[in-house]
């Protein structure tokens, strides 16, 4: 039989890549590093061709190890969806889901639901990565995470996409801002105010882009949140006004005495699709998409809590 290398010496070849180290890479892979190395070392023997390229300080694939390293990754992505799909026949839900989450939802969401799936699918683990949502899209197409929970694709021809709920936006402002002290806040109201969002990749910040420009407020270009936290004490020091997620609020806004209070805007009520998303064609969509149903499921019945500092 033609020589195949090990599913081992793939995820050693893998994680030598991605740590940079044979040491680090030998933790991550819980062997010892001559371990690790003799069957690198073995893997180019047999294949006939270096790899790694084995220089002090650091060591990186060679050319012929990046395309080596492609294949190796769909390979053991193959592995783990046929062990994904026998679970799967026999009701475990799959075994292992490689879940990426935005980081504007993922946090406050995760903690409510996590507990209930695990009490109802003890055997299913959950690995989770966090990322913005358009490159989290594109790392279910690339197959390197198997589903996503985030806010709704825009492109979705390569996407399956099931809603868990529907998550209002509220506007959040300083709590000595001249709106904070309104009986309503109204749309026209927002005229002139600078509006302040988070960095490329963010689909919150498409919602907070719309608002300006129907309400003729003014974006602040020169600045940019890069998460929720850093976004919330800007406006609280009167650097402008942004939109918040109601699950963001209701987590982080009760924890302190807060300098930013949240508004409705009455007449343009504000709100996100939130869900998960998996490729079409996958080989475990029918799985996903029953991941997906116990997830709204849960979602349901554990409802969305209301922010304590909304007017």
Not at 85 to 102: D, K, N
Not at 111 to 131: K, M, Q, S, V
Not at 243 to 248: K, N
Not at 293 to 301: G, L, P, V
Request: neutral net charge; hydrophobic residues 40%; glycine residues 8%.
């Amino acid at each position: 039989m033609p020589f195949r290398p090990s599913p081992r010496q793939l995820e050693y070849l893998l994680a030598v890549i991605e740590t940079g180290h044979f040491r680090e890479a030998a933790r991550l892979c819980n062997v010892s590093q001559p371990t690790l190395s003799a069957q690198l070392q073995l893997l180019e023997d047999q294949l006939g061709a270096a790899l790694i390229d084995r220089t002090p300080g650091r060591s990186r694939a060679t050319p012929i190890g990046e395309k080596v390293a492609v294949l190796a990754r769909t390979t053991l992505t193959s592995l783990d969806e046929i062990v994904a799909v026998a679970r799967q026949s026999t009701g475990q839900m799959g075994g292992l889901v490689r879940l990426g989450v935005a980081p504007t939802f993922g946090p406050y969401y995760l903690p409510r639901l996590l507990p209930h799936l695990h009490d109802a699918y003890p055997d299913l683990e959950i690995y989770i990565r966090e990322d913005r949502a358009h490159l989290l899209e594109a790392s279910v197409m690339e197959g390197t995470i198997d589903c996503a929970l985030g806010p709704q694709p825009e492109e979705r021809s390569r996407l399956d996409y099931l809603e868990l709920m529907v998550e209002p936006l509220y506007l959040g402002m300083a709590s000595r801002h001249r709106l904070a002290a309104a009986g309503e806040v109204r749309i026209e109201m927002l005229a002139g105010e600078r509006m302040l969002t988070l960095g490329s990749g963010h689909r919150l910040s498409h919602q907070v882009r719309a608002l300006s420009a129907q309400s003729g407020a003014v974006m602040r270009e020169e600045y940019e949140g890069t998460s929720l936290d850093a976004l919330r004490q800007m406006v609280s020091i009167g650097m402008g006004l942004s939109l918040f997620p109601e699950l963001y609020a209701a987590s982080e806004f009760a924890r302190r005495e807060e300098q930013v209070v949240l508004r409705r805007i009455a007449d343009l009520p504000l709100a996100r699709s939130v869900g998960l998303l998996w490729r079409k064609d996958h080989v475990r969509a029918s799985h996903f998409a029953s991941f997906g149903a116990a997830c709204r499921r849960i979602a349901e019945t554990i409802g969305t809590p209301r922010p304590s500092s909304l007017g």
